[in-house]
């Protein structure tokens, strides 16, 4: 049984399956999210609540947040009671959700005068490897800090990886998710060229799975394609946050600009959707 006492923020789609595995690794947790009845499936399994993060961060040696975006995180830290307004010192707080880099860099610079750390460490995967503890997870911030972090975060992820200062992390999360834009279109807009051409989608989707080309993503998406499934396990306005941060980071290519369309078309009525409901919006 480990000792550490782990705070957590945020229990959405991938807060409450990354949270678990915390307590399947024995640590003991507290946790808190803005909608506290979200809080109760970790309550079942033994986790405490917290009221606030100020009080979680007092009462922890470590805080973990996933939540939606910038606006989220600004809040979780600004707040009356939010993170900064605790006055315990040397602690770490390890921000894994997709940002932008230049949050991270204020939220880092202002725990610093706080007395404590901050990581970025966004990760690459979805509810299926948080489900399983194999997320790929990249990491923002001062050598320090991380390597006390990596061993906790290892419970989390497959593969844990420092790729440089603060903001790093957000960095690597959102040329990786650029891509993910261009598969999860590229996936649809495939699929729907050889339906129109009477190739059945569970006999293309076949044939890509044994192709070079075939990967995981094809495969759970491609399932839920072909089930009707779109129940969100990343949904599809996260997508558009994220390429959005990308071109403000500067990324002005031909394919994420056609990306940014698609998916910012698409959100209105397909946002609290999968991601791969694009191939509803392509369609149409
Ligand atoms: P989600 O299901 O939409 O959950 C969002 C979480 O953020 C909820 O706990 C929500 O609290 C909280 N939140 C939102 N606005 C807030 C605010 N202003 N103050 C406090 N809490 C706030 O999102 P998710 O799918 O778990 O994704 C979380 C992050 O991970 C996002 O940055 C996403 O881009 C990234 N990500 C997601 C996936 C995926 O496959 N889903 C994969 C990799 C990375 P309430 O319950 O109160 O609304």
Redesign the pocket.
């Known amino acids: 049984m480990e000792e550490i006492h782990i705070g957590w ?7 409450i399956p990354m949270a678990e595995q915390f307590v399947k690794a024995g640590y003991r947790l507290s946790v808190y ?3 506290q009845d ?1 809080a109760e499936a970790l309550s079942k399994l033994g986790a405490k609540t917290s009221s606030s993060p100020k009080e979680l961060l007092s009462s922890t040696d470590m805080v973990v947040i ?4 910038d ?2 995180i600004s ?2 830290f600004t707040n009356e009671n939010g993170l900064l307004s605790d006055n315990t010192t040397g602690k770490i707080i390890i921000n ?4 932008s880099p230049g949050v991270s860099i204020e939220m880092a610079q202002l725990c610093k005068e706080k007395g404590n750390f901050y990581l970025d460490a ?6 299926k490897q ?1 489900e399983t503890g194999t997320l790929v997870i990249m990491v923002g911030g001062e050598e320090k800090p991380y390597h006390l972090a990596k061993s906790i975060l290892e419970k989390l992820g497959k593969l844990v990886m420092h790729v440089g200062a603060i903001g790093s992390g957000n960095n690597a ?1 959102l040329a990786i998710n650029s891509l993910l834009a261009l598969y999860a279109q590229g996936l649809a807009e495939t699929i729907l060229f050889a339906k129109d051409k009477g190739i059945e989608t569970a006999d293309l989707l076949n044939l890509i799975s044994n192709a070079a080309i075939g990967n995981v993503f094809t495969k759970i998406k491609g399932d839920a394609i072909l089930s009707d499934n779109y129940k ?4 599809l306005k ?1 997508i558009v ?2 390429l959005k941060l990308a071109q403000a980071e500067g990324l002005a290519t031909p394919l994420a600009q056609t990306a940014l369309n698609t998916f910012a078309n698409a959100e209105e009525q397909f946002g609290e959707e999968d991601i791969i409901s694009v191939v509803k919006a392509i369609k149409r």
């Open positions: 923020i945020g229990l959405g789609n991938m807060g999210n803005r909608s979200k996933m939540v939606s975006d606006e989220a809040q979780i894994m959700s997709t940002v966004p990760v690459s995967g979805s509810v948080a999360k969100a396990a990343f949904a996260h946050k994220d």
